[in-house]
């Protein structure tokens, strides 16, 4: 059960949404309802994908006018630090990223989650990982990471089962 707190702020944030622009004030190729990745000013890369929710149609600060899902949804952000998410065949949200990280130091800190269980190991430099909890899969081959997220559980279980069709084809 919510707190009261917690309402007030849920409502706060529903008008909030209410009041933002359904249309950017400037041409962009982001929309109301695209998923996306956030970079700081400081390049501190932002895995977790957070859907557009407007516009600001008053301009305060010139060059930061979409907002997002977030823990600050109400600083508006520039386009140029956000970047669109990928979508597989399945709908799920993807990001792709690298590492210097060898496979084991890469999994030592995505296995400090107790909830991250191995799918398919291919060898030690291939290894695919998911989370029942939070639906999601993190595949690591060589140093690149793609990350997917599923927005249902219908659409999660449509990801393992490709994932697992394909490893025991090969």
């Known amino acids: 059960m919510l707190s009261q707190h917690q309402i007030d702020n849920q409502l706060k944030y529903e008008q909030f949404k209410r009041e933002l622009a ?6 962009c190729d982001i929309k109301v309802g ?4 956030f970079t700081n000013e400081f390049g501190i890369f932002f895995r977790e994908p957070k859907q557009v929710i407007g516009f600001s149609d008053e301009c305060y600060l010139p060059e930061r006018f ?3 899902e977030s823990d600050a949804y109400w600083f508006p952000k520039k386009v140029e630090q956000l970047h669109k998410v990928e979508k597989t065949s399945t709908g799920c949200l993807l990001v792709r990223e690298a590492t ?3 496979l084991y130091q890469f999994e030592n800190e ?3 989650d107790l909830n991250w269980k191995i799918l398919v190991r291919d060898n030690k430099l291939h290894c695919v990982w998911c989370n029942d909890f939070t639906m999601e899969v993190v595949t690591y ?3 690149d990471i793609i990350s997917t997220s599923a927005l249902n559980q219908e659409m999660y279980e449509s990801e393992l089962f490709g994932i697992l ?4 084809a090969h």
């Open 110 to 112: 995505l296995i400090d």
């Open 22 to 27: 359904a249309e950017s004030p400037v041409p």
């Open 34 to 37: 695209d998923f996306v990745t």
């Open 141 to 143: 081959c060589e140093g």
């Open 100 to 102: 210097s990280q060898s």
């Open 66 to 68: 979409i907002y997002t």
């Open 165 to 168: 069709s394909f490893f025991s």
